[in-house]
């Protein structure tokens, strides 16, 4: 799940909890708990918060109908992430007092969200009228929504609404990028990537949106039917990177701008983006492994093997190993260099293309062989050249046309 749509709540007590009827709760409760309940409220906002589960805990034990106290206990969980703790303390509360308030509406759908129950959270948020919500709570409800929505398997399921809500709401970029997330899931490449596109465009400066909108151009551009709508993704994709790296230019985003121009064959340009990203982060063998292959694209073999070496200095684990190997092969390979090719397939666990890169190697020796030969040829072929020259005088006799004959032949065998 895209936890990043849900929006964590403030450290301090959420303002939408403090509802007329929880006020009007506390000023029913015996003195002993109303004690307790005050200790919980003020460990809540200090943020000590086992020390306010504790205290709440205890209100609950004396005052087991108090909804408020469970409302409470439940805020609590889900600082906690207790998800499936803090959904039965929000269920007891609505079954105590049934109203769809969005003080215990809201935070129990997300630890429902949280505990993979998204179906459950749907049907808990259409309860709730976002019309009659304020600002804040029509965020929290909107992002929660599509956050349950783009949760439900299969996504076909929840793609219908999603498209409602973006409809209904146009300028609200977390549903478009919940609708991209779910069109995604759906293995709908095109779509999803014009869904985080209107997104990016809403928020803007959102890293978040720019990158989801990078990853799903990717993911289009790598199923496209054809060449050019193969390069079109992965120019939009170099856009919206360079926008990553103008508002945050950390490696990861030099690495995803350097992939970018990598799938639009701009190597040059990909070997700068992941030159960058080896200086942000000199101990991560990933940028050396990138900048090997767009020197690869260069068709650069020599340089290619140098920072691809760097990169296994760097201890990669055990998968980009594997994908590192079959790079070196591929620059070994470039350079004719086939046995060592082969040796890097076979540390690759390639045993095919190893295999081929051995019957490279033969064809070559043959093929040196042949040469050799023919230079011998040549070489006897001027000399006797030379000699007829040479005994010009002797044209006629028998030993000249023999002569003559050995070089007819040797022009017929040297090609």
Known sequence: MLRSTIPSYPSAFPSFLLAP?????????????????????????????????????????????????????????????????????????????????????????????????????????DKLDPSGLDGTQKTHYYALLSGALMDMKPPARSLERLYQLARSQPDNPVL?????HAL??????????????????L????????????????????????????????????????????EEPTADHWLLLGEARLGARQYREAVGAFEKAAIKAPKDPLPDYYLGEAFLGLEDGDR????????????????????????????HHLEKEYLQAAREYRA???????????????????????????????????KLEELMADTRDLKGTREWRELEDDVERLRASCG
């Open 176 to 180: 478009w990028q919940a609708l991209g």
């Open 21 to 125: 009827a929880l006020v009007l709760a506390l000023s029913l409760v015996p003195a002993p708990a109303a004690a307790d309940w005050t200790a919980g409220v003020e460990a809540f906002r200090a943020g000590d918060l086992q020390k306010a589960l504790t205290e709440l805990q205890e209100v609950t034990e004396q005052q087991p109908e108090f909804a408020g106290g469970h409302l409470m206990v439940g805020q609590v969980l889900v600082r906690l992430e207790r998800w499936s703790e803090a959904s039965s303390s929000f269920a007891r509360a609505y079954e105590i007092e049934p109203e769809a308030k969005p003080g215990l509406i809201l935070p129990w759908s997300r630890a429902l969200i949280e505990s993979d129950e998204p179906g459950k959270a749907v049907s808990l948020l």
């Open 304 to 331: 290619a093997e140098l920072v691809l070496r760097d990169a296994l200095r760097k201890r990669p684990g055990p998968d980009l190993t594997l994908r590192i190997h079959t790079a070196l092969g591929r620059s």
């Open 203 to 246: 928020s803007s400066g959102s890293v978040d949106a720019a990158r989801r909108y990078v990853d799903a151009a990717f993911t289009a551009a790598r199923k496209a039917d054809d060449v050019e709508s193969r390069r079109e993704w992965y120019g939009r994709a170099v856009e919206a990177a360079e926008r990553l790296v103008a």
């Open 348 to 382: 690759a666990g390639d045993e095919e293309r190893a295999a081929l890169m051995e019957e490279y190697q033969k064809l070559a020796d043959e093929n040196d062989r042949i040469e050799r030969d023919r230079r011998l040829c040549q070489e006897r072929l001027a």
């Open 184 to 201: 995604a899931q759906a293995d709908r490449p095109d779509e999803a990537a014009d869904a985080f596109e209107k997104a990016l465009q």
